[in-house]
């Protein structure tokens, strides 16, 4: 008898055993594919976010109005849809990948990895990349706010604002310095040529510059001892200040400036073209 008991006592504890391994290597690997799951869905976010810089990166090379446009778009329709609660957010996404069936139909710029950027925007307008980075925006938002509920801010926040905010003031600023050294980079050519060949009376003088498209001529602040030059761009229409102080030395400091119209108040311009 102790025999059969001993034989039964080996047989149930081998079933343990086998019944604790077995159910160790199902949650081996349900944890297993939970990691993989989670990587993957890491994976295609980290894909939709580059894909977002890139089309945001063209909307700023366009300019920077239409990069803040499309932020400014961006946050909107991610706030309504949270306003709209659970069932909202599910709505849009669900017709988010109707629309886009596979990640990579979220892909915009189609060219190989080494052509230049600037090539895309020969071949999309600027509407189709707004709307591209509308849609890629709503997607990570809403994505991000049915993962994280309220325990995290939203994808697009008041710090984030903030940094679209200071971007877009550092782009315009470029553009801004970018066209005055271009305009005065005209009006040493103009000086250089009528210094020149110019009548007498025009020469080592103030000369002034007016084109279709800029307007330049010498101006001057109160107590400065800077020469300045106030210029006035059209299409599209802004003004800017250059001024240059020759030190003792022989260095030359030069200065750039946004301006008003009547050039009586000026801010300066701290982003390099």
Same mark, same amino acid.
Not at 59 to 83: F, V, W
Not at 168 to 191: G, P
Not at 230 to 241: A, C, H, K, L, T
């Given at each position: 008898?102790?025999?059969?008991?001993?034989? #039964?006592?080996?047989?149930?504890?081998? @079933?343990?055993?086998?019944? @604790?391994? #077995?159910?160790?290597?199902?949650?081996? #690997?349900?944890?297993?594919?939970? =990691?993989? #799951?989670?990587?993957?869905?890491?994976?295609?976010?980290?894909?939709?976010?580059?894909?977002?810089?890139?089309?945001?990166?063209?909307?700023?090379?366009?300019? %920077?109005?239409?990069?803040?446009?499309?932020?400014?778009?961006?946050?909107? $329709?991610?706030?309504?849809?949270?306003?709209?609660?659970?069932?909202?957010?599910?709505?849009?996404?669900?017709?988010?990948?109707?629309?886009?069936?596979?990640?990579?139909?979220?892909?915009?710029?189609?060219?190989?990895?080494?052509?230049?950027?600037?090539?895309?925007?020969?071949? @999309? %307008?600027?509407?189709?990349?707004?709307?591209?980075?509308? =849609?890629?925006?709503? @997607?990570?938002?809403?994505?991000?706010?049915?993962?994280?509920?309220?325990?995290?801010?939203?994808?697009? =926040?008041?710090?984030?604002?903030?940094?679209?905010?200071?971007?877009?003031?550092?782009?315009?600023? $470029?553009?801004?310095? $970018?066209?005055?050294?271009?305009?005065?980079?005209?009006?040493?050519?103009?000086?250089?040529?009528?210094?020149?060949?110019?009548?007498?009376?025009?020469?080592?003088?103030?000369?002034?510059?007016?084109?279709?498209?800029?307007?330049?001529?010498?101006?001057?602040? %109160?107590?400065?001892?800077?020469?300045?030059?106030?210029?006035?761009?059209?299409?599209?229409?802004?003004?800017?200040?250059?001024?240059?102080?020759?030190?003792?030395?022989?260095?030359?400091?030069?200065?750039?400036?946004?301006?008003?119209?009547?050039?009586?108040?000026?801010?300066?311009?701290?982003?390099?073209?």
């Amino acid at each position: 008898m102790w025999e059969y008991l001993g034989i #039964a006592t080996a047989f149930v504890l081998g @079933w343990t055993i086998r019944n @604790w391994a #077995a159910k160790a290597e199902r949650g081996a #690997a349900a944890l297993a594919l939970s =990691d993989k #799951a989670r990587d993957l869905d890491e994976a295609e976010s980290r894909y939709l976010q580059t894909h977002q810089r890139e089309v945001a990166n063209l909307l700023l090379t366009i300019g %920077p109005e239409p990069m803040e446009k499309a932020y400014r778009k961006a946050r909107r $329709r991610q706030d309504d849809a949270i306003a709209g609660g659970p069932a909202r957010i599910e709505a849009e996404l669900t017709a988010l990948s109707h629309k886009y069936p596979f990640f990579r139909d979220f892909e915009k710029i189609g060219t190989r990895h080494f052509v230049p950027y600037s090539d895309a925007l020969d071949h @999309w %307008p600027e509407d189709d990349l707004v709307d591209r980075y509308l =849609d890629i925006s709503q @997607w990570l938002a809403l994505s991000f706010r049915k993962k994280h509920g309220n325990n995290l801010p939203p994808f697009f =926040d008041d710090e984030d604002q903030k940094v679209i905010e200071r971007i877009v003031q550092q782009e315009r600023d $470029r553009k801004l310095r $970018r066209r005055i050294e271009a305009a005065m980079e005209l009006h040493r050519l103009f000086s250089t040529t009528v210094d020149r060949y110019g009548q007498e009376q025009f020469k080592h003088g103030a000369v002034s510059l007016e084109t279709g498209e800029v307007s330049i001529r010498r101006g001057a602040t %109160p107590y400065s001892p800077e020469i300045e030059y106030w210029i006035s761009f059209r299409e599209p229409e802004d003004y800017g200040v250059y001024s240059f102080f020759v030190h003792d030395d022989g260095r030359i400091s030069r200065s750039y400036y946004q301006s008003n119209a009547d050039f009586t108040h000026k801010v300066y311009l701290t982003a390099r073209g």
